[in-house]
């Protein structure tokens, strides 16, 4: 069975820190890429970071040199630290697999997410 469980969400005030993790089954952590999603109120799914088991890694522009994806294959985790945070990054954050390239995951198996809210 497919699992995928966030944690590391909460309330930060604008300039604040938070890492994320995600504890991922075997059978998904074996996939060649790993990421963050994140949703916020009234807008589409999007890929904010990722990581190939090779070490490469992808940003979005909205989080490039905020935020820092990195995984520890041992404990089929991956991490995403969030630095700066600002109102916009105010979303539901979820891991998941990516296929490299195309930046999105091929999978509709997802875990609950957790909750990120940056406010004053």
């Known amino acids: 069975q497919v699992q995928l469980v966030e944690s590391g969400g909460g309330w930060v005030q604008p300039g604040g820190s938070l890492r994320l993790s995600c504890v991922v089954s075997?059978?998904?952590?074996?996939?060649?890429?790993m990421g963050w999603y994140r949703q916020a109120p009234g807008k589409q799914r999007e890929m904010v970071a990722a990581i190939h088991t090779l070490g490469g890694t992808k940003y979005a522009d909205s989080v490039k040199g905020r935020f820092t994806i990195s995984r520890d294959n041992a404990k089929n985790t991956v991490y995403l630290q969030m630095n700066s945070l600002k109102p916009e990054d105010t979303a539901v954050y979820y891991c998941?697999?990516?296929?490299?390239?195309?930046?999105?995951?091929?999978?509709?198996?997802w875990g609950q997410g957790t909750q990120v809210t940056v406010s004053s």
């Open positions: 075997r059978s998904i952590f074996n996939s060649p890429s």
């Open positions: 998941n697999t990516v296929i490299w390239g195309r930046w999105s995951t091929p999978s509709n198996d």
